[in-house]
């Protein structure tokens, strides 16, 4: 695999800022914004806050903007201010979100997850772990029961999920179902199944998460089976002209548990549904003492997203500290993703993508942004040139 940092490879720009197609959805270029959870809803329902978050990010420029991961039932949700889908009542704010995308020229994006054993957690900047007393005395949010494929605590200092009975199962694939359609009325362009980050999905699918002995546990295939169950449900309802993503860890760890090869064998039976592109993410489960994580360095996830493509002969999104418009061309010009995805570099600069390609190509740059804001920052330039 290639060193997208070798010095020999020159990046060519451009390619960033080439339209991009799937099914029939045309993006304006490769970048996407990645979806980040801010846990700021009311009752799942979005508020201003997501407003101005999403607006923002959609006039920076990108080609794809997810909204961030929202929940397909009350039990399913990570903390109680998660972003809902499990109501019909969620569709209306979302279609805001969707207009407001579209009316930015970018695409929409959701993602549909269940937190299983790592729900009824308390937001990242109030600690991060479960809810307890605490936390109904400071914000009246107290715990619920959570859920897993086995009895298996997330952590040593978190409660024990209830392992899913096979009507429990049932009745998550219909809630499933149910929120891939609120999803479509709400007019998204695509559709992503979390699997990924040790939420429930991915708990299925890998061995440090389910230990059951039943038709959706023991091996690989067993393990795949409800996760697989979901995805061609997304696909079944989702419009044939729009695409499906399946946000994947692509490894649990080094050498611990969910693998690489398991990864493609999964993206197989993806492409075989008719799933249009892998999201290549890696990680989410504590890992035994003497077990690690991937080094988090800048494209560290990119030599997934490029074996999966090759392997299992599906586009993929590559996405995980990549910071500059070089290192995304690059990436792409090696044939190591389709589209790239950013988080945190788009918190700091929503309008990263604008600035590259105002940078680098001051013609065609100046057109992805807004005229609100380029007319005058075209004369803001003219004027600091003199």
């Known amino acids: 695999m290639t060193d997208i940092y070798a010095p020999e490879t020159q990046a060519d720009l451009d390619i960033l800022f080439q339209p991009y197609t799937l099914r029939g959805l045309e993006m304006r270029n490769r970048i996407v914004v990645s979806p980040m959870a ?13 407003v101005q978050h999403v607006g923002k990010l959609a006039a920076g420029g990108a080609g794809l903007v997810f909204v961030e991961q929202s929940s397909v039932n009350l039990q399913g949700r990570i903390t109680h201010g998660c972003l809902g889908i499990w109501k019909d009542e969620h569709v209306a704010g979302l279609k805001r979100l969707t207009t407001l995308i579209r009316d930015l020229g970018a695409a929409s994006a959701i993602q549909i997850a269940h937190s299983g054993r790592k729900g009824s957690s308390q937001r990242p900047w109030e600690g991060g772990g479960p809810l307890g007393d605490a936390d109904i005395a400071d914000r009246s949010e107290g715990p619920w029961e959570s859920c897993a494929p086995s009895a298996k605590a997330f952590d040593s200092d978190w409660p024990t999920p209830t392992a899913m009975s096979l009507e ?6 219909e809630d499933y179902r149910a929120a891939f359609i609120r999803a479509r009325d709400a007019g998204f362009d695509v559709c992503e199944l979390h699997c990924a980050h040790g939420y429930l999905m991915h708990s299925f699918l890998s061995p440090l998460g389910n230990q059951r002995t039943d038709a959706y546990g023991g091996d690989r295939a067993g393990r795949m089976k409800l996760p697989l169950r979901i995805a061609g449900v997304m696909r079944e309802v989702w419009p044939d002209h729009l695409p499906c993503f399946v946000r994947v860890s692509s490894v649990d760890g080094v050498g611990v548990g969910w693998q690489l090869e398991d990864t493609i064998a999964y993206s197989k039976e993806l492409k075989a549904l008719g799933i249009d592109m ?6 989410g489960f504590k890992l035994p003492a003497e077990n690690n994580l991937v080094a988090r360095t800048t494209g560290f996830q990119l030599p997934f997203s490029e074996a999966i493509r090759e392997e299992a002969g599906l586009p993929t999104m590559g996405v995980g500290l990549i910071r500059t ?4 061309a690059i990436a792409l010009q090696d ?25 680098h190509d001051e013609a065609n740059g100046w057109k992805l942004m807004p005229p609100q804001y380029g007319w005058w920052l075209r004369r803001r330039k003219a004027q600091q040139g003199k």
């Open 168 to 173: 429990a199962i049932e009745q998550v694939v």
């Open 38 to 50: 801010t846990y700021s809803a009311i009752d799942g329902f979005v508020t201003d806050w997501h």
């Open 335 to 359: 044939g190591r993703a389709d589209l790239i995805a950013l988080g945190r570099e788009l918190l700091w600069n929503p309008n990263w993508p604008m600035q590259i390609a105002a940078e």
């Open 278 to 283: 892998i999201d290549c993410s890696s990680g």
């Open 325 to 328: 418009g070089e290192q995304a």
